[in-house]
């Protein structure tokens, strides 16, 4: 671009595709490679208080459908240009961004797919840090660290080189019409962020369920505590140590369940437990089976 913007803000649609580690550490380094400070990435559904650029959007694939209807053809990049170039503050350009893959894949960053606000510091305590949250101006900061970050990857992140074309010079400006409202605060039963979905407690189906690998360290770390309670985990320490096995690619992040699922399935587990013990006081058998460990009582 001519004029190359100081700063900028970016809002796009949402989607998986989006949620991409290597993407986020990438823009990390737009300061220190293009001079250009990323204040923020927002993610937002079709329609979500982004009208304007779905408009916009919308006015060009009406201009390339017209373009098309009236006898011309799309084959080549001026093809493009001539459908567009009428649309008023619109610049078109050919982007192929092309970077080398790294020899090691990138780990993903935890709960990426719940996070839509993103924000990369260049001052401040948190500078060179990755702060993303669920929605902007609602839920708590997650703060990835520079060291949390280096352990992603272990090859270096390399400066893309993607080519672009001349820009095109628009012939008429967009005029942007704002309108003013005025906040009004009212009383709301349901505290703010309660329809997030990573504040969400029940899956499709009822519940969220946890894959068999999941569960099955979850008996090991319980067990570890019934047999030395110096050695008890609480579900906070569950998690810290999936979250460990995460981060050296034993699990995928994905399948790591909150710290409320791992407290809902203690009180189960545990109480299954008891329940299990209690049946073998009552009417011991000879051979006792539970949970996978074979017991011999002599009679």
Known sequence: MSNKPKWVIL?????????????????????????????????????????????????????????????FEIKEGNNIENAMKDLCGTSIGELNPYHEKLDKKIKSLIEISNLNEWKWPNEGSFAGYIQARPLPNIGNYINYSPAQIEKLSKSKIIKPNPTLSTPTNPQSTWIWKFTLYHSINIEFQLISGWALKANQKFGKRGGAKMSKKIITLLQGFFHTGNANKSDRYTAQDMLSELVDMAASEELDPETIPKVETIENWIGRY???????????????????????LQIEIAI
């Open 11 to 71: 809002i796009s649609d949402n989607g998986p595709h989006y949620h991409n580690s290597e993407m986020m550490i990438i823009m990390a380094h737009w300061k220190e490679w293009y001079d250009v400070e990323v204040r923020g990435w927002i993610f937002l559904e079709a329609g979500e208080a982004k009208i304007a650029i779905d408009s916009h959007h919308a006015q060009i694939a009406h201009a390339i459908k017209r373009y098309v209807r009236i006898g």
């Open 270 to 292: 545990s109480a299954a437990c008891k329940r299990e013990m209690a049946a073998i006081v009552l009417e011991p058998p000879k051979d006792i089976v539970f949970r996978g």
